[in-house]
């Protein structure tokens, strides 16, 4: 079962703009996490966010979370080119040892 | 930096055939995972490990089975390979406890003709 479902499924952007990309989830989380993945290859983890935060930066990353919503969002600012790739956010459950489950992902591709 | 490797990139076997696809982290993880990555339904879990000789069934075990002998190393085997499991297959493993980030291998693209 997948708890995590992002949204748009697919972004197009000019290099230079903000992306904006949304997950929502359906049961109570200790964190949620973002990954990229580039085409083919493995996925690589971008943020990790706790359920007692409210928002994270790291670089060109900010990811905020509303635990009453049930949804996070990441903003990437001025996009690169490099940034074509593939994002999915990832939850885990309250429960000790509990697995991640990843969303479909968002396609994101930033035009030069 | 951690690493998680895979046995290989691209693997091509005939309906029928056992499939073996090593996994292998340098990290003293603890926990391990074996999911498979196909277009328009994202990552989906077939098993995972939380120690040695223990597996638990994920979203879609049938027609797979793991093995964890070492800590290091997670094995996925496909019985008997069937065109249906024609994917791309993801290895990830993860220190014990409720705020880590996983760690991925590059991925194995198993085509089964």
């Known amino acids: 079962s997948q708890q995590g479902e992002e949204d748009p499924q697919a972004l197009s952007i000019q290099e230079g703009e903000n992306a904006t990309m949304n997950c929502s989830y359906k049961t109570s989380i200790n964190n949620l996490q973002w990954y990229r993945q580039n085409s083919g290859r493995g996925l690589v983890h971008l943020i990790l966010i706790r359920s007692n935060e409210r928002e994270k930066h790291s670089g060109r990353l900010r990811v905020t979370l509303d635990t009453s919503k049930k949804s996070s969002s990441l903003l990437i600012t001025a996009s690169r080119a490099a940034d074509t790739a593939s994002y999915f956010c990832?939850?885990?459950?309250?429960?000790?040892?509990?697995?991640?489950?990843f969303g479909k992902g968002i396609t994101l591709s930033v035009r030069p | 930096d951690v690493k998680v490797t895979q046995s290989s990139r691209y693997l091509v076997k005939r309906t029928g055939e056992k499939v073996f696809l090593e996994c292998v982290q340098d990290m003293d993880h603890e926990n391990m995972f074996w999911y498979r990555q196909d277009p328009g339904l994202g990552l989906r879990l077939i098993y995972f490990s939380y120690d040695v000789k223990m597996k638990e069934k994920g979203d879609i075990p049938e027609g797979y089975s793991v093995s964890r002998e070492k800590k290091e190393r997670f094995s996925l085997i496909l019985e008997s390979a069937s065109t249906n499991q024609t994917s791309m297959y993801l290895c990830?493993?993860?220190?014990?406890?409720?705020?880590?980030?996983?760690?991925f291998g590059p991925g194995t693209r198993l085509t089964v003709t």
């Open positions: 990832a939850t885990d459950g309250t429960g000790a040892n509990s697995k991640l489950t």
């Open positions: 990830a493993s993860i220190r014990a406890g409720p705020a880590y980030e996983q760690y």
